[in-house]
């Protein structure tokens, strides 16, 4: 009697201790977030660098903490996208410089804007105009080249503003319409560079405008000042002519700038 007692109820403990499938375990049965569960699907079994980076919580299984380090590298790699994307929106800026900013930048400015309009590249591109001396500031163009401007279906609306040293961080061409403009401005640059910081590639880039002159032979765009109307219309021949090489160019070195 007492044996088959004893029998009984070891078979009862045995029982007891033995897995109920249908008993709620919070362990095993944990439900995995949709979207840490899809990327668990995507990346399969592959290692992830973040994953030895996660706490060690004896009731986060494996594949879920491989799942959540997945979810977390690819919110990295969409931020560095993003950055990515921002750095090459960027506009390419190109700054027209002449003396007094009131006749040869001022008209390059705006025909070099017109073309870019015209291609529909605006967003693509910061473009403004300086003096190497501030004789003019705050005044508008020579009345002469805005006539002339005009006449080609140009406006001319920048006001007169002196080369800054900001100019040389600022943008990536800088354009002198002669040889004494680039003097003067290498000049700036080497005066400006011991009161504060500029960057070492500010000379390299300082180029004349002629230098991209296709049509004509000259090496500079002369100052009209005190010349008559056929010294206005000259300069803008020069410039048109310069204007579309230099877009072709940053266009075709630059795969940011494009319609």
């Known amino acids: 009697m007492a044996g088959a007692v004893a029998a009984s109820s070891a078979a009862a403990c045995t029982a007891s201790l033995a897995p109920n499938p249908t008993a709620r375990d919070p362990v095993r049965r944990r439900r995995v977030p949709p979207l840490v569960a899809a990327a668990s699907r995507r990346h399969g079994s592959n290692a992830s660098p973040l994953l030895s980076s996660l706490p060690r919580d004896p009731f986060l299984n494996p594949r879920l903490r491989f799942a959540a380090a997945a979810a977390a590298e690819e919110g990295m790699a969409a931020e560095a996208s993003a950055a990515t994307e921002g750095a090459e ?11 007094g900013n009131i006749c040869r930048s001022p008209a390059a400015e705006a025909v070099f804007r017109n073309l870019v309009s015209k ?27 805005r006539s002339a401007s005009k006449k080609r279906g140009i406006e001319v609306t920048s006001i007169s503003r002196p080369v800054k040293p900001s100019d040389f961080r600022d943008f990536d061409l800088i ?24 960057p070492d590639s500010g000379p390299k880039k300082v180029k004349l405008m002629c230098s991209y002159c296709k ?18 219309e000259k300069v803008l021949d020069l410039l048109e002519d310069a204007c579309e090489s230099l877009l072709d160019s940053i266009v075709a070195e630059n795969a940011s700038v494009s319609a």
């Open 89 to 99: 929106a960027k506009p390419f800026s190109v700054l027209f410089v002449c003396l």
């Open 215 to 232: 049509r004509h032979t000259e090496s500079e765009v002369p100052d009209p000042y005190y010349g008559g109307p056929q010294g206005f």
């Open 119 to 145: 291609r529909g590249l605006e967003s693509m591109f910061l473009i403004d105009s300086a003096g190497t001396i501030g004789y003019h500031e705050g005044n508008k163009a020579d009345s002469r080249m």
């Open 175 to 198: 354009l002198a319409m002669d040889r004494q403009n680039y003097e003067d401005l290498l000049s700036s640059f080497e005066r400006w560079r011991h009161r504060e910081p500029l």
